[in-house]
């Protein structure tokens, strides 16, 4: 049986390596490339498994696309129409074997070109995303045009269909979630990450995605929810509504975002793709969360079930701060918003925007979790609503991007009593990831974190559960480390023992100190024995 796992990741290996052969290796588009090439193939295959599934007697031709050519228009409108919704639709001339059959063909590039935009354009009603100006970014763009030698063009587009015909996907779309997520991981590994930017993407590692998920949607809930909306206002490429999604059921949720990077939105959008999600992309918008929240109900801000998210920590937003202060805005920035300082402007704490948008955007038995720095959890901030459940504190490194210390907040509208603060800052073990220190959970310690915070289990200097009026006698500290029970640890000794025992203590602080004098006099001497040469 073939490895489909090893298959596409060499096939994505060959992809990158034509890029790199024609001068787009690292190159800012190269990701565009790499990804809309992917998704063209997947959809094509995605398309066979269906019409396989209807017409039984494709799955025993030698050539299904000579078939369905030979069908009349009536007939594939017909096997379109039984297709699941998620399915593109495509056309004779769209598929992956015409255009393998036409790579001689004069033209060839534009010939690429127009079918992808066709399929875009074709499938626009459900596949675009959208941006908050209410302007759609289709599927595809024209992928030739990045290599900027036209004369290289043709050869470029030959390289990547002869690259696409070599195995089909059809096998892999009765696997599960987890296949999916590694697969994706594989394929944006190189370009879903920090580059130091203004609106830089963050990506989350899926330690932390798993836990927000496995908390907020506990094992005895898990096929129990339907009809669910779920939210991130700084969705990224979507690790944590992926997660959240496949603990709920894809199909008893709806997915909603924001996210300003174009990039990171379409990324997001190959991610619903690959998981069943294409019902959810008309909910994905490119813009500004901040200054412009799409999702509305009639006037008001359109509130969720569930929000996840990992904002953004610190950013220069001083450009349109003074737009957020508004009337409009009061209810939803009840907390205020941070003043432009004098200095350090990059380092506005824009995180604190994202935290009151969530808390206003959830419905009033909803549920969050959301990373924000650690410092901030040790903060002087009052609880002004019992709505925490908990806090977690991750290990340091836990992002291998940056150095910040994080902690997921964790907050539940209806939880009136109990909160679970846990320490997992001593968890984990440290690997190298490029030129960075990044600190890795084990399944069992991940697993640890999600069952004390679920049974709510107090553990020695691990966790423990405290009440709203605990947490305002500690000055409103949320470190799970200001709670734990300091123990000490007596021993009964008699005064004899006790005269030995400082006896030895002596005797060794004396050897200690000869030691030091010796060392200091071996020093002074070969100083002295120091001549300029």
């Known amino acids: 049986m073939i490895d489909f796992a090893s298959k596409t990741r060499e096939l994505i290996d060959s992809l990158k390596s034509i890029c790199a052969s024609y001068g787009l290796g690292n190159d800012g588009n190269e990701y565009k490339i790499i990804t809309q090439v992917f998704l063209y193939k997947f959809l094509n295959d995605k398309f066979a498994f269906e019409a396989k599934k209807i017409e ?43 255009l393998f059959a036409r790579q001689n063909a004069a033209d060839f590039a534009k010939c690429f070109d127009d079918t992808l935009r066709d399929i875009a354009i074709t499938n626009s009603d459900i596949f675009a995303v959208k941006t908050d100006g209410g302007a759609k970014i289709t599927l595809f763009d024209n992928l030739s045009e990045y290599i900027t030698d036209p004369s290289k063009r043709d050869d470029f587009c ?15 779309f009765n696997r599960k979630y987890d ?22 993407e963050y990506y989350t590692p899926h330690a932390v ?45 709806s ?8 990039k990171s939105s379409s990324l997001l959008r ?97 549920k969050a979790a959301v990373v924000v720095p650690t410092g901030f959890i040790t903060a002087q901030s009052g609880i002004d609503e019992k709505m925490l459940a908990g806090v977690v504190s991750m290990p340091s490194n836990i992002f291998a991007t940056t150095g910040t210390n994080v902690s997921i907040v964790f907050i539940d509208k209806a939880n009136q009593d109990a909160v679970a603060l846990i320490d997992a800052s001593s ?72 005269t030995v025992k400082m006896q030895n203590f002596n005797d060794n602080l004396n050897t200690l100190f000869a030691e030091s004098a010796e060392l200091e006099t071996e020093i002074k001497k070969q100083l002295a024995g120091l001549k300029y040469e």
């Open 56 to 98: 039984i007697k494709l799955n025993v031709v030698e050539n299904w696309e000579t078939v369905l050519t030979g069908m009349s228009a009536e007939q594939r409108d017909m096997l379109q129409l039984q297709m699941p919704p998620d399915t593109a639709r495509l056309k004779p001339e769209h598929f992956i074997s015409h």
């Open 158 to 172: 030959r390289a990547v269909i002869n690259q696409l015909v070599t195995f089909s996907f059809e096998r892999i």
């Open 179 to 200: 296949f999916y997520a590694t697969l994706f991981e594989y394929l944006i590994k190189d370009y879903n990450k920090d580059n130091g930017g203004k609106y830089a």
């Open 209 to 253: 995605a798993k836990i927000m998920a496995a908390i907020l949607v506990p094992n005895d809930k898990r096929g129990k929810i339907k009809n669910v909306s779920c939210y991130d206002p700084s969705a990224g490429s979507g690790t944590l509504l992926m997660n959240i999604a496949h603990a709920i059921g894809e199909h008893r949720c």
């Open 255 to 262: 997915i909603f975002s924001q996210d300003i990077s174009q």
């Open 270 to 366: 190959l991610n619903l793709i690959l998981n069943n999600l294409v019902h959810s992309i008309p909910n994905i918008i490119q813009g500004n969360t901040i200054l412009h929240p799409y999702h509305k109900d009639g006037k008001t801000l359109k509130q969720f079930d569930y929000i996840v998210s990992n904002p953004p920590f610190k950013m220069d937003f001083s450009d349109f701060r003074n737009a957020l202060d508004s009337k409009e805005n009061q209810s939803r920035f009840f907390a205020g918003i941070p003043k432009v300082p004098a200095k350090a402007v990059d380092k506005m704490a824009i995180y604190l925007l994202f935290l009151q948008h969530i808390i206003h955007s959830l419905k009033p038995n909803g």
């Open 427 to 498: 968890l984990g073990e440290t690997i190298k990831e490029d030129k960075n220190q990044k600190t890795v959970l084990t399944e069992t310690e991940e697993n640890r974190i999600i069952q004390a915070f679920n049974k709510q289990q107090a553990e020695d200097d691990f966790s423990v559960v405290v009440s709203y009026d605990e947490i305002v006698a500690k000055n409103y500290s949320l470190s799970a480390g200001q709670y734990f029970e300091v123990k000490i640890d007596y021993e009964d000794i008699t005064p004899d023992e006790f």
